[in-house]
């Protein structure tokens, strides 16, 4: 059996498990099928699973199977995914997230993506509350926010379009409208939202264009997007899923499901929320670096030891990454006449906004800074220093004359802690990486 399995499938229903089975091997993601409870049990304990999916006709059986793994788990979490293989759908009380038999395996990855990211984001939480209180320090527990969810529709007000306006209202979520690109961008600006819905109406042309726009924005770039087809056959999958998109559905799908696939990814969104602001709450001397708002070297430091042992112990990967600006003819300008040093706060809020929750950003140089990803492979990790790079390279800083401002590049490097290897040493693997990345 393969030691990289990453998702555990539970089901007697073989006809159904094996081609989900087969998209996510194809998509990446690792997997391992299960028959019962026990066998799920073994598998668990042997193997470094980060979710499961349960498929049962029986609420009753499912229901044991999950409680017995996340105890199998605890104190990790598990996330868990119900697929019943009857008409209901299954409360979503009970399991992280219910999805019907005709879930296609790309949007089944992106859900077990987001709901490891809240898992790992939880966890993340609890390591920080021990690192803080070494240093004298007591993070407050998230408090996410009340009242109802908030979700921006974007499109024509095509018939299905509006009746997945109405399953929305019906789930309690408060919806805003916007006909055009321009009046969405309007919203996002001035209001903050939840999830945001694209219609795709006879092109999906300007409906990409607003993802991709979304993920070119630091403060939008973590928001849940969901694009809503009028047919399946209407897109390329992958093209639309690189264009930053979180949730793809399409106008077979009955609304009440979209609807609460996209109330689903906005409680998500919340609780992240939740739990950053907790984090970016804790303030004081020796913890955060007072010119960037990231982590400090030392605060760094002595984290990364809980995250390594962390890992070990759940043999789950981990990968680290550096950014450094690069010595460009503009930068060098800056410095000497100050203006790299008034840009340090804006790109440390940019660098602290572009990772994930769970992710630990920190100042451990005058203009070098490092990143430290749990669950993420050296692949991962470079690739999140490169797209953070290219976010604030479309930055530009005052530089003194308004009509010369200057932007910044950075030099990104990246290693996965090997086993047995200590923070450090794969630290400086990150380091001796360095290089400039294309940004565009």
């Not at 990143?371 to 005052?398: H, Q």
């Amino acid at each position: 059996m393969s030691t990289d399995v990453r998702i555990l499938i539970v089901t007697r229903d073989k006809a159904l498990a094996t081609p989900l089975a087969r998209g996510l091997d194809e998509l990446g993601w690792r997997t391992v099928t299960a028959r019962g409870a026990h066998s799920a049990a073994v598998a668990l304990e042997d193997l470094p699973i980060e979710a499961a999916i349960v498929i049962e006709e029986d609420p009753r059986d499912a229901l044991a199977t999950a409680e017995r793994l996340r105890a199998i788990r605890a104190p990790g979490l598990l996330p868990v995914i119900s697929v019943p293989t009857g008409n209901n759908l299954g409360d979503l009380g009970v399991f992280d997230l219910s999805l019907s038999r005709a879930c296609h395996p790309t949007q089944l990855a992106l859900r077990l993506k987001q709901l490891m990211r809240i898992a790992a984001a939880e966890e993340e939480f609890e390591l920080r509350r021990r690192t803080f209180a070494e240093h004298g320090f007591d993070a407050p527990r998230p408090q996410a926010e009340a009242g109802p969810l908030r979700v921006l529709t974007v499109g024509e007000p095509a018939p299905k379009f509006l009746a997945l306006t109405h399953a929305l209202r019906q789930l309690g979520a408060e919806t805003t409208g916007a006909f055009t690109a321009y009046t969405a961008f309007d919203y996002l600006h001035e209001r903050a939202f939840d999830a945001v819905v694209l219609w795709a109406g006879e092109t999906q042309g300007e409906a990409l264009s607003i993802a991709g726009g979304m993920r070119r924005n630091s403060r939008l770039y973590h928001l849940p997007t969901l694009l809503y087809l009028r047919s399946q056959d209407q897109i390329d999958l992958a093209s639309a899923y690189r264009r930053g998109l979180t949730d793809i559905a399409s106008a077979d799908t009955p609304e009440t499901e979209t609807a609460r696939r996209t109330v689903a990814l906005a409680h998500a969104y919340r609780r992240e929320g939740a739990i950053r602001r907790a984090l970016e709450s804790v303030r004081g001397p020796g913890l955060i670096d007072p010119a960037t708002g990231l982590f400090t070297e030392a605060l760094f430091a002595s984290h990364v030891l809980r995250l390594t042992e962390r890992a070990t112990t759940l043999r789950r990967p981990m990968a680290l990454a550096m950014l450094r600006v690069g010595d460009t003819l503009a930068v060098r300008r800056a410095r000497a006449e100050g203006w790299m040093d008034k840009a340090l706060p804006q790109i440390g809020s940019m660098i602290g906004r572009l990772v994930r929750a769970e992710d630990t950003a920190a100042r451990i140089g005058p203009e070098m800074f490092a990143l430290a990803l749990p669950g993420a492979d050296e692949t991962a990790a470079r690739s999140a220093a490169s797209r953070i790079a290219a976010v604030i390279a479309c930055t530009a800083f005052p530089g003194g004359d308004a009509e010369r401002p200057f932007t910044v590049e950075f030099e990104t490097g990246a290693a996965q802690l090997r086993p047995g290897e200590t923070a450090g040493r794969a630290l400086e693997r990150a380091a001796a990486a360095l290089e400039m990345r294309p940004t565009g």
